[in-house]
């Protein structure tokens, strides 16, 4: 294959249930001869896929709804079962990549539609065409969700794609290939690749750097996405980075406290806490701190961790152990640096990668749950002496990914929430991805968006066509047959 390297043939990836601590599936890694072959399937397979019309694109994109809510059960359980989700969780991911296919299925010819621009020639336009086959690597606290919100525009758009997944998500990226071949796509148009974690630098480099693939998406650490970007960049290649994030939420002094303490629960929990958009620093008017601290506590402990296959469970595990690891360190660190628990700060007494839902106050921007993104289910409450305060401690990150602010006054929402720096801004709502509004950040978050009209054009050629005046025709001689 062009990708060269040295790859093991028969390098093993394990998929352990993080529930169970159990090892319920082992995969084969690829080979170079199986990665050159998704490379050949997926550029051969664009090529033809780039001529067909818009429309038929939009209808093979709706039957791949209907295989998603075909298999909806069957894959919830699958994505529970490798990553730790909780059932109800998982079958809304389902839910939400089934719309979002209907979403470019209705809308990707109008976002696709060339735009006519006046200048002196005859006619002059810009035309939105495929720019080819797209690597997207993908993270796995939503093993669907983030390749389907990828995959839809870029597949409606005209492209090909190429998958490499989190290893422990390995039977969901399967799945996900399978999907789009149900659903009719060409034969090796959408392409998985099963990638040992010893070589995913270098095959993932060499990947970006073979001709074939044409531009590349990540969303995964800050890591990870220094170094595609820079890979992309020696070779020349669009790309697009979601990344990290520790957003904010800001609850002015004359919010309601009982509604916002409620939605907050809903936001940082959702996931075991492991989402990129929920909010990680809560940032709270002193005046009102106190009783926020109190109802988000009692909510908090009315959680039920469990068994993330039984659907009255709203906590299930973290992912892995190693995450477990980092975010028990995070806890303790900031704990020793002067953070009080309100509720949990250890991990659960069971089997199982369990940390249990915690709550810290007089959290200070020198702690690691104020510094860094903290990706596991942990509040950190901060108090604010004002509203400008409160402003200066949400842009104290370099992350830029999602903001909320609550307030009963919208104007003054508006207006706290356009001083943050964020690629998006909710105000009195939790932060959340939607395919008909663009998501991204900014700074250390990444750059690029995806979904909405945006997301769509982020893997197209703006081609502009400009085209002269018909020139008079000439006789014989070459004359212009203009009369004298």
């Excluded at 050159?36 to 818009?54: C, F, N, V, Y």
């Excluded at 390749?147 to 492209?159: H, I, K, T, Y």
């Excluded at 939420?249 to 492991?274: H, S, Y």
């Amino acid at each position: 294959m062009r990708v060269g390297g040295v790859i093991e043939d028969h390098s093993l990836i394990e998929v352990v249930d993080p529930a169970r601590e159990e090892r319920i599936s082992v995969f084969e890694a690829f080979g170079e001869a199986q990665i050159e072959a998704a490379l050949a399937d997926a550029h051969a397979a664009q090529l033809q896929w780039r001529a067909a019309p818009i429309a038929d694109r939009a209808a093979s994109l709706r039957r791949a709804a209907e295989v998603l809510r075909a298999h909806g059960d069957e894959w919830a359980q699958l994505i529970t079962r490798e990553m730790g989700k909780p059932i109800s969780e998982a079958k809304a991911e389902i839910a939400k990549c089934a719309h979002c296919c209907e979403f470019y299925a209705d809308h990707g010819e109008s976002f696709l539609e060339g735009r006519r621009i006046e200048t002196d020639a005859e006619l002059s336009y810009v035309a939105y065409e495929p720019i080819g086959v797209v690597l997207a690597i993908m993270p796995w606290n939503f093993p669907f969700w983030q390749a389907l919100r990828f995959a839809a525009p870029a597949l409606v758009a005209g492209n090909g794609a190429i998958l490499k997944h989190s290893p422990n998500v390995s039977g969901c990226a399967l799945a996900i290939e399978a999907l789009f071949a149900e659903a009719g796509f060409p034969t090796g148009l959408f392409r998985t690749v099963l990638v040992a974690d010893a070589v995913v630098g270098e095959v993932t480099t060499r990947l970006i750097e073979d001709p074939r693939v044409a531009a590349v998406t990540l969303t995964g650490s800050e890591r990870a996405g220094a170094a595609v970007g820079a890979a992309a960049g020696r070779a020349l290649k669009k790309s697009v980075l979601e990344l990290g994030g520790s957003d904010p939420l800001i609850v002015l002094a004359d919010a309601n406290v009982a509604l916002v303490a409620a939605q907050a629960v809903r936001g940082r929990f959702l996931n075991a806490g492991q989402t990129c958009i929920s909010p990680k620093r809560l940032i709270v008017d002193a005046a009102i701190a106190e009783e926020f601290e109190q109802r988000l506590t009692e909510a908090v402990a009315a959680l039920k961790v469990g068994d993330p296959l039984d659907p009255a469970t709203q906590v299930g595990p973290l992912a892995r152990a190693d995450l477990v690891g980092q975010l028990e360190r995070q806890v303790e660190r900031s704990i020793a640096a002067g953070a009080r628990v309100l509720l949990g700060g250890a991990r659960v007494e069971r089997p199982g990668y369990y940390f249990a839902p915690t709550v810290l106050t007089d959290v200070t921007a020198d702690m690691p749950v104020f510094r860094e993104e903290v990706f596991g289910p942990v509040a950190a409450v901060i108090r604010a002496a004002d509203e400008q305060h409160a402003i200066a401690l949400a842009n104290d990150t370099p992350y830029g990914l999602g903001a909320s602010v609550w307030t009963q006054d919208t104007e003054r929402g508006i207006r706290v929430g356009r001083e943050l720096r964020s690629g998006s801004l909710f105000v009195n709502g939790i932060v959340a991805s939607d395919p008909r509004l663009p998501f991204g950040g900014i700074g250390r978050s990444g750059y690029g968006r995806e979904l909405s009209s945006e997301g769509i054009r982020e893997f197209v050629n703006a081609r502009t066509i400009w085209v002269g005046a018909t020139p008079p025709p000439t006789d014989a001689a070459g004359r212009d047959g203009l009369p004298s």
